[in-house]
């Protein structure tokens, strides 16, 4: 069996160890299969421990003391990550791992800054959801409730640098990219998250329950009406537009440094 045809199934395995550890739904083993057979074919294992060091510690925080967490993200997306989630993490990725078959060293870095936005995202989003801290929206300061997009805690900033920095040590380390282009991609992919979950993400308010969140219906089944933001323009879309900005300015970077 060649290399490639080895790291394919190694990707269908991971997808489904994840999920029937219900980290995945069907339809996201299925992207994460898409999405580690694309990084596997184009960028051999090198750019497969790139993808590891994103999807592992990503699953394991996730379960990190899981009641308290699914208390504070009652506001937000919760459960197992559906397709569309995997590829908003992941898709900008492996399309940087194929084209860089094209156009090289740039392309790399954009890859690692890709998994680096996508890792110190979901860093700071699990591990700041246990800071004792409330958290404050990152534009206008106020408190806001756990679980809302667009809050930040010096626990949460703190794991953002550490997840940047965890994929980018990786990268470096594999010979795939540099670390400083894929670290500060990776940090200013989840600042404009953040960012952009504060303001453009749409914010949704359910009658029933007298609570802000994000989704529609809410998970007690009433129907949510907007407060804030752009309809159509919810996490899932938040999170494709950090992980291209990190995979933008990663690659930018890459090619100069």
């Avoid at 506001?75 to 397709?83: E, H, I, M, S």
């Avoid at 670290?183 to 992919?189: E, H, L, P, R, S």
């Avoid at 404009?192 to 453009?200: E, I, N, R, Y």
């Amino acid at each position: 069996m060649s290399g490639v045809a080895k790291g394919i199934v190694l990707a269908a395995a991971v997808a489904l160890v994840a999920f029937r550890a219900r980290s995945l739904t069907g339809g996201g083993a299925a992207a994460a299969f898409a999405v580690g057979a694309v990084t596997f074919g184009a960028g051999g294992w090198r750019a497969a421990l790139v993808l590891f060091a994103f999807f592992i510690p990503s699953v394991l925080f996730s379960r990190l003391r899981e009641r308290r967490k699914r208390e504070a993200a009652e506001n937000g997306k919760q459960g197992p990550r559906d397709a569309w989630q995997v590829l908003a993490n992941g898709g900008v990725a492996a399309a940087c791992a194929l084209f860089s078959l094209r156009w090289g060293a740039p392309l790399s870095a954009a890859f690692a800054g890709a998994f680096a936005a996508a890792a110190a995202d979901t860093w700071g989003t699990e591990i700041g959801m246990l800071s004792r801290q409330v958290p404050r929206s990152l534009v206008t300061l106020r408190r806001i409730a756990p679980g809302l997009s667009g809050g930040v805690t010096p626990l949460g900033t703190l794991a953002t640098f550490g997840g940047a920095g965890c994929v980018a040590g990786v990268a470096a380390l594999a010979g795939v990219a540099g670390f400083w282009p894929a670290a500060i991609g990776g940090v200013a992919g989840a600042t404009l998250d953040s960012l952009l979950g504060a303001t453009l993400q749409a914010l949704r308010w359910c009658p029933a329950c007298a609570l802000a969140c994000e989704t529609n219906p809410h998970r007690c089944g009433t129907t949510t009406t907007l407060r804030r933001g752009l309809r159509w323009f919810g996490n899932d879309a938040v999170n494709f537009a950090a992980t291209l900005s990190g995979a933008l300015l990663a690659g930018a970077l890459g090619a100069i440094v």
